[in-house]
């Protein structure tokens, strides 16, 4: 079993930077293929970036160049760093786990990017 926990959200001007941190539970998570996720109102989940146990990582055309997504086996935590955030970034954003063909969710962070 693995829990989740994101933090890390909040209102952010255009522009601005926000990082988010997902913290687990569980000694599996250093085999863990892990995501960030976003929704946005009215909108279907999506996925925005992505990193392997190997450390390879994969983002969404939308983000890319903005967001850098890194993880830490040692403090079992992976996190999202987001900059030149715009409107459109706007959403709740989820982190998720994926183990032994297993998915985990968090219960999502709210990000707003307004002015």
């Known amino acids: 079993q693995v829990q989740l926990v994101e933090s890390g959200g909040g209102l952010v001007q255009p522009g601005g930077s926000l990082r988010l941190s997902c913290a687990a539970s569980?000694?599996?998570?250093?085999?863990?293929?892990i995501y960030w996720y976003r929704q946005a109102p009215g909108k279907q989940r999506e996925s925005v970036a992505s990193?392997?146990?190997?450390?390879?990582?994969y983002y969404a055309d939308s983000v890319k160049g903005r967001f850098t997504i890194s993880r830490d086996n040692a403090k079992n935590t992976v996190a999202l760093q987001m900059n030149s955030l715009k409107p459109e970034d706007t959403a709740v954003y989820y982190c998720?786990?994926?183990?032994?063909?297993?998915?985990?969710w968090g219960q999502g962070t709210q990000v707003t990017v307004s002015s």
């Open positions: 998720n786990v994926f183990v032994v063909g297993t998915s985990y």
């Open positions: 990193i392997t146990s190997g450390g390879n990582t």
């Open positions: 569980g000694s599996i998570f250093s085999r863990a293929h």
